[in-house]
């Protein structure tokens, strides 16, 4: 009702998304919880190529996840994880990666890098080299 929302546009296609609402922000801490105990539960003795396919796959799954939470307040009678899991068959690691930064943005989980830049006096030739 009140989330603000923006088109996502990804290989042609668009599609509206949502910011969390508060509670969802909520779960999102704890999925990710849940998810870093999975990642501590990986095999140590796994081959690089094993690890790589594990941890790639929690990405895709916690970006799903958000995607899906997002995707819900357009059609709140869909069940969040059948469509978490239409997302993981359907959309691409680039739109999975895309949407999943889209949705943190509008919901302002995301660090504002330029409003950190601001806060440090840009460098100037002569403090570059030593000179006040």
């Not at 508060?22 to 801490?29: K, N, P, S, V, W």
């Not at 999975?38 to 996840?65: C, G, H, I, K, T």
Request: hydrophobic fraction near 40%; avoid cysteine.
């Amino acid at each position: 009702m009140f989330l603000k929302n923006e088109p996502f546009e990804q290989n042609g296609q668009s599609i509206t998304l949502y910011e969390l609402s508060a509670l969802q922000r909520i779960e999102y801490l704890e999925y990710l919880a849940a998810q870093a105990r999975q990642f501590q539960s990986a095999p140590d003795d796994a081959d690089e190529m094993a690890r790589l396919a594990f941890f790639s796959r929690r990405q895709a799954d916690v970006n799903a996840w958000l995607i899906s939470r997002s995707l819900w307040h357009a059609d709140t009678t869909r069940n969040v994880d059948e469509v978490q899991a239409e997302i993981l068959r359907f959309w691409s690691l680039d739109a999975l990666s895309g949407g999943a930064a889209k949705v943190t943005e509008l919901s302002g989980m995301k660090p504002d890098i330029q409003a950190d830049d601001e806060k440090h006096e840009p460098l100037s030739p002569e403090k570059l080299s030593g000179q006040n």
